[in-house]
């Protein structure tokens, strides 16, 4: 991997790079799952991840803390990072398509906290 920018654009870099990931690790393990069987093995994965992510940040009340690794908790949002992007790209979601689609379901969340949303409940009071 030579790090290059693709298409100028970080998240496209970011599926570009995964999906030769994937596709590497698939090939030489020779590997053969469903699409769906890939998510569900993903999702399973990215538990995992956020189970060592919580355990780096001292979610045990009952235990004294340990002081925060900062470098481990990112190192564990960048695993959770390629699990979610496989899964994206197993679904068939582009980049540009997950892009997309966020900013809809951010405009949505605000319009709900604002009230203007068909979907009530959500407002601020």
């Known amino acids: 991997m030579d790090g290059k920018l693709i298409n100028g654009d970080k998240l496209d870099t970011i ?9 590497f690790v698939k090939k030489e393990r020779k590997l053969e ?13 990215m538990i995992s991840e956020l189970s060592e992510l919580l355990t780096e940040v001292n ?16 190192d564990e949002l960048v695993d959770i990072l390629h699990f979610f992007v496989g899964m ?6 582009s980049a540009d398509e997950l892009f997309a689609r966020y900013l809809a379901k ?20």
């Not at 799952?33 to 994965?45: T, Y």
């Not at 319009?111 to 009071?125: F, I, P, V, W």
């Open 59 to 74: 979610f045990k009340w009952w235990k004294n803390p340990k002081p925060l690794n900062e470098d481990n908790i990112k």
């Open 88 to 93: 994206c790209l197993n679904a068939g979601l």
């Open 106 to 125: 951010n405009k949505e969340n605000f319009d709900r906290q604002n009230g203007t949303s068909e979907k009530k409940g959500y407002e601020l009071k």
């Open 33 to 45: 799952f469903s699409n769906s069987e890939w998510i569900q093995k993903e999702v399973l994965a």
């Open 15 to 23: 599926f570009h790079y995964q999906n030769l990931f994937d596709g």
